[in-house]
Every structure is written in structure tokens, then in C-alpha cells.
């Protein structure tokens, strides 16, 4: 190896210091950069603003849930964007939406679309239950917020709840508790269950049985019935030989009005007490004043419960041409308070919005004093209604019993059976 004068052996060092020490600095400042974006992270920040907030209503659009659910879930979540100003981090707010057709796998093929493709940054509705677990642990798995509506099965804050799963405005424990213990208080201790044959009919049941038991009552038989079922003729008489004193409908949609329209056949009401789990305004409005009048159930809001629910449920019927279920006025509340939480983090990140719908108190048209908890489950005030006798105009159809405070309609956090909890 040829040998350097002094002169060029310097200069060699000096270079190769030169190098060094650049790269070193290279590092120190990469690490440096790195640090910081983490700590920005950690705040809340966002380094590059999002072009666009995507939000994606999938509801079923055609079939039996088509009245209290459907287009009218997309309705009420373009009047939340509308009433934001259309922005919200001064970028737009951009709606999409889809029909999963009541199908489990059709639901999960769009919510992928959707996530890798549309980068959807919250779902919501998803009234079928097994469509609602599938979604929400797919979305959460690839950090997407799901905000639950539609689906009542308790498992969406319990045993299969997730880190970005939200379930909003009811499930089948409150439902089931309102219900049941305001029958029972009347004397209702004996039941029977008609049940749909899907995750939402058995987990109304099986609140309902626990409450019941829990209050000195006793279920005396059920029956399960295949979805969209149109002739209940069988199961209604073994419900009317059990002889107990309350016949419960655990369906909803087109199975509930189908079921009960064939129950006011046999006279079933004659003899016993009929109720239904979820009644939906356009269930009551489908019925008729003479098939429905009387009937008790628990819901979680109804469209002129309040002056401020009347105001805006005017407007959606401008709009839609029907008054508002409790789904379609629970989306507009939800996409409503998740753009909130956008505002007030600052950013889209999942992580931080959720946090924050966490923190946030939910006052609006459709509750208030809502807190989601960390399991998902959305704490607020439910109601006893009745389907009144003598409505003043043709949707005037509810009144309200009593209310039942949030404590006593859902299940004790402590008492929750979600993993991130006992965790």
C-alpha cells in the first residue's frame, strides 16, 4: 500500500472526521425528528392534515329493516355534516354509504373496501347484530372507529368488545331492563318469549330472563323463529297455551309488525299481555291505531320526546317523508358527536378522537348527559313508552311512561365482561 506525505495524511483525517461527523450529526438530527413526531403523536398533533374526513353509513337498504333503518340513516348523516358547516379541521367532510343486504359477509367485504380503499375513518348504523361484531372487530383491527346504532346484542360491550368499537344508543340489557321491570311492577310475572333465531332475539331473551328471575318472575317457555318468518300462527299458540300472563315479541322490523298484526288475530291480548322489545315509530305507524294502541316497550328516544327532538325531526321528515326512528335520529346524534371529537382533538388519528369520545359529554336532540365508557358502552337516560289510544296528528303515536336513568337501564361498568376492562 503506497505510503502519504504528512501533508496528504492530514488532509486524508480530516476529510474522513469531515464524513463522520456529518453522518453522526445526520443521526442525531434523524433521531431528533423522530422524538419530536413521536412526542406530537403523543399530544394529539398530526403531522400531515388529512384531505378529507370520510364517513360510511351501512345500513340495509332494501329489506326488512329498510323502513327503521335505510335510507333514512343516510339522511339523518348528511344533515350531521350539513349542520358541521360540511368541514371540520377546515377539510371536507365526505359521506359514503352502502347496503349489506342483511348479510353478514356482505357487510365485511364493504367495511375492507371502505378501509383500505375509501380510508373510511368511522362507520356507523349496522343494525343486524352479527353484522355489527363482524364489522366493528374488522374496523378496530385496522383502527377504524365503528359507532353502533342499530345493533342491540350486549356482546358488542361485552365479551366481544374492542379498543375502537362503539356501541351507541341501546342494547338489549337496557331494553330488556326498562321492560321488564316496569311490566313486572304491574303484576306481569310470568312469561313467554317468541324470539327471532339470530344474536339479537337471544341476547333480548336472555337479559330479559335474568331480570325477570332477578325480580321474583319466571319465564315459562320460548320459542325461536327463523328470520323474516311471515306466518306465526304456530308459535303464537303455544305462547297463548302456556298460559303466561305476558307474551313477549323479541323481533323487530317486518317480524314484529307480521307477529303482532297475527297475535291481535287470535286475540291473544284478550288473555294476556303483549309486548315488544324494540318498536320502532314506523312499526307503530305500520300497525294502526287499533293493532298497536297500548303496546309497552323500552326505546332509547322517539321524535318528539322533546321540544328540541321535534325541531329537528320536522326537518327530516322534509327531507325523508317519514318521521325518524330511533336509528336514524341516533345517527345524526353520532356522526354529529364524533365530528365534535374531530374538532377537539385536532386531528383524525383514532387513538386521539376516541379518547376523546371518551372524555366528552353527549348533550343534544337525541340525549343528554350521554359518557361512552372505555368498554364502548354509551351511559344515558331510556324510556318506558306506550303507543298512545288517541294520537292528535298521524306520528304522534308515543308518549313516555317513565324514565329510566342510565344506571339503572344499563349494566354496571364494574360488572362489564369486556376483556379491555378486566383486563
Request: glycine share 10%.
Amino acid at each position: 500500500m503506497p505510503e502519504f506525505s504528512g501533508v496528504m495524511q492530514d488532509s486524508w483525517s480530516e476529510m474522513m472526521n469531515k464524513l463522520i461527523t456529518a453522518g453522526m450529526l445526520s443521526s442525531l438530527l434523524l433521531a431528533t425528528g423522530l422524538a419530536h413526531a413521536a412526542n406530537e403523536s403523543e399530544n394529539g398533533a398530526q403531522a400531515v392534515a388529512p384531505e378529507v374526513i370520510t364517513i360510511g353509513v351501512m345500513a340495509e337498504m332494501s329489506g326488512i329493516y329498510k323502513d327503521f333503518e335505510g335510507p333514512g340513516t343516510v339522511v339523518a348523516a348528511q344533515m350531521a355534516i350539513d349542520d358541521f358547516g360540511g368541514k371540520v379541521l377546515d377539510v371536507p367532510i365526505k359521506l359514503i354509504s352502502a347496503d349489506y343486504q342483511n348479510k353478514p359477509e356482505v357487510a365485511l367485504s364493504i367495511a375492507r373496501r371502505w378501509i383500505d380503499l375509501d380510508k373510511v375513518d368511522m362507520m356507523t348504523s349496522l343494525s343486524n347484530s352479527a353484522v355489527g361484531i363482524g364489522v366493528q372487530k374488522l374496523a378496530s383491527d385496522k383502527d377504524t372507529i365503528t359507532i353502533n346504532v342499530g345493533s342491540g346484542t350486549t356482546k358488542l360491550a361485552e365479551i366481544d368488545c374492542t379498543k375502537y368499537g362503539i356501541q351507541y344508543a341501546y342494547n338489549t340489557y337496557a331494553i330488556a331492563s326498562g321492560l321488564a321491570s316496569g311490566v313486572m311492577k304491574t303484576g306481569g310475572d310470568t312469561w313467554f318469549f317468541i324470539t327471532a333465531d339470530y344474536a339479537y332475539g337471544k341476547s333480548m331473551e336472555q337479559d330479559a330472563r335474568n331480570i325477570i328471575e332477578k325480580s321474583g318472575g319466571h319465564v315459562v317457555g320460548s320459542v325461536k323463529v327463523p328470520l323474516g318468518t311471515t306466518d306465526f300462527s304456530s308459535y303464537l299458540l303455544q305462547a297463548q297455551a302456556s298460559g303466561a300472563k305476558v307474551v313477549a315479541l323479541a323481533n323487530g322490523g317486518q317480524d314484529f309488525v307480521n307477529s303482532l298484526k297475527q297475535a291481535k288475530e287470535f286475540q291473544i291480548d284478550k288473555g294476556q299481555q303483549l309486548v315488544g322489545t324494540v318498536v320502532f315509530i314506523t312499526d307503530a305507524k305500520s300497525l294502526g291505531k287499533e293493532i298497536a294502541s297500548g303496546l309497552t316497550f323500552t326505546s332509547p328516544w322517539y321524535w318528539n320526546i322533546t321540544d328540541e327532538a321535534e325541531q329537528w325531526s320536522r326537518r327530516f321528515y322534509d327531507k325523508h317523508g317519514a318521521m325518524p326512528t330511533f336509528i336514524q335520529g341516533g345517527v345524526y346524534s353520532a356522526v354529529s358527536s364524533y365530528l365534535k371529537a374531530v374538532e377537539q382533538a385536532g386531528t383524525n388519528e383514532p387513538e386521539a378522537v376516541r379518547k376523546v369520545l371518551g372524555e366528552m359529554e353527549i348533550n343534544d336532540m337525541y340525549m343528554k348527559g350521554g359518557k361512552i365508557m372505555p368498554n364502548g358502552l354509551n351511559f344515558h337516560e331510556m324510556y318506558l313508552v306506550r303507543v298512545k289510544d288517541n294520537p292528535s296528528e298521524e306520528w304522534d303515536l308515543f308518549e313516555t311512561v317513565t324514565a329510566v336513568p342510565a344506571g339503572e337501564a344499563f349494566k354496571a361498568y364494574q360488572d362489564s365482561e369486556c376483556p379491555l376492562v378486566a383486563g
